[in-house]
C-alpha cells in the first residue's frame, strides 16, 4: 500500500509559478511510474505529466510542454511538479498518483494523493 499526500497548491496569478510536491510513505515509490493529473470543475480528470521509474524519461501532455516540470527524489519518495507561467486555464485540482504501467489514463493508476488546488487568477 502507497499513501500519497500532495501540498504546494494556492492561488497564483497568470504568468507565476507554483511547485507541487508529493510524499510517499508505505512503500518506495522507485518502482512506480509516478503522474500528475488534474481536474477542473465540472470537467473530466486529465494528465499532465508522468516521471518513468525504469528509464527516467518523462511525458507531457501538450498543454503544458515547456512550462511544467515533474521531477522525483527516490531516496526522499517523493515526485514534484514545477509549474511556470501559468494560465487561468491551469485552474484545477492537481492530483499526484502512482502505477506498475507507464500510461497516462487515469484508471491505470493504483495509489492517489488527495489532490490540491491550484487556482491561477488573470
Known sequence: QVQLVESGGGLVQA????RLSCAASG???SSYNMGWFRQAPEKEREFVAVSMWSSGSTYYTDSVKGRFTISRDNAKNTVSLQMIN???EDTAVYYCAASPYVSTTSTDYRYWGQGTQVTVSS
Not at 15 to 18: P, W
Open 15 to 18: 504568468g507565476g509559478s507554483l
Open 27 to 29: 512503500r518506495t515509490l
Open 86 to 88: 501559468l494560465k487561468p
